[in-house]
């Protein structure tokens, strides 16, 4: 029997320190009275349907993002594929078909920048009017604040493309994370002695460029730790240290724990080679 659910609504995209919070807040009232934690999201973000970017603009694919709320505490996920037709519900619709309806909810937790419905009229007022008419509980949390500005996507995304991977994952209250399956690459760093496992991402996710410290999960659950390589070529490649077997077709987990340095190009493989020996002990030094 679905007793109902307190739920949260938003893209999340990157599932972020603010987005934490929320979920952190849903599971503890669910715990407390029985029910479920639960979210509303979208396949894509809203903002993709009106601005489309023809750059990659995610921080989390929809598989990622739905793993990480899952590893918050979010038991029931409901994904809304947002398109012209969902555009044009009324704020007042929304609430009743998806809120009441779909999520069967008994309470909703929000950010203090929520909105919903067509032109994003369901503001936190209605919101609350509306949580008073149903008897259904509205919480509507502060921003999470980190350093002077609050945590957002937005921000960790402008990072991200300016290269401060620090500050990306800051924001983010965990390292920004890759997802991707192996796939055959040009085999050069096999020739230089730094043999890499390709990875093919998702096109619409943000990749900073840079040399980078990373911990790699493998199939299984296996943690190594290597360094990545992340080029104009938008070829990502990682370097797994003591690691010698096949992982063509595996799924690796790339976490980015530091930046090494930028890119930049070299006039020779001896050149290359060097430079790699250098961000090898680097990266080793960084994952201590």
Do not use: W
Not at 213 to 233: D, F, H, I, Q, S
């Amino acid at each position: 029997m679905n007793k109902g659910s307190v739920l949260t609504i938003g893209t999340f995209d990157g599932v972020h320190l603010g987005y934490r919070k929320i979920f952190h807040e849903v599971v503890r009232r669910a715990k407390r009275l029985g029910l479920t934690p639960a979210a509303l999201t979208f396949a894509l973000p809203p903002r993709l349907f009106f601005f489309p970017s023809n750059e990659p603009a995610l921080l989390s694919t929809l598989r990622e993002k739905i793993e990480l709320m899952k590893a918050c505490g979010i038991k029931k996920i409901h994904v809304l594929k947002f398109d012209a037709a969902l555009a044009r519900v009324s704020a007042r619709d929304f609430f009743d078909k998806y809120i009441l309806g779909l999520c069967n909810a008994k309470e909703v937790v929000v950010g203090y920048n929520f909105g919903f419905g067509r032109n994003r009229e369901g503001d936190s007022r209605f919101l609350e009017e509306s949580g008073r008419r149903n008897n259904i509980g509205i919480y509507i949390l502060p921003p999470v604040v980190n350093g002077s500005v609050p945590a957002s996507s937005g921000r960790i995304r402008q990072a991200l493309r300016e290269g401060n991977l620090a500050r990306a994952n800051s924001l983010l209250g965990v390292s920004y994370t890759l997802t991707g399956k192996v796939v055959m690459g040009r085999k050069l760093g096999r020739k230089l002695g730094f043999p890499t496992a390709n990875l093919k991402l998702s096109p619409e996710k943000i990749v900073p460029l840079g040399v980078f410290a990373v911990r790699a999960t493998l199939p299984g659950g296996r943690e190594l730790k290597g360094m990545a390589n992340y080029g104009r070529t938008r070829t990502f490649e990682v370097h797994l240290f003591g690691f010698s077997g096949n992982l063509y077709g595996k799924t690796l987990q790339v976490r980015l724990i530091r930046k090494i340095r930028d890119e930049k190009a070299f006039t020779s493989l001896h050149d290359l080679s060097h430079q790699l020996e250098k961000d090898g002990i680097k990266a080793r030094k960084m994952l201590q």
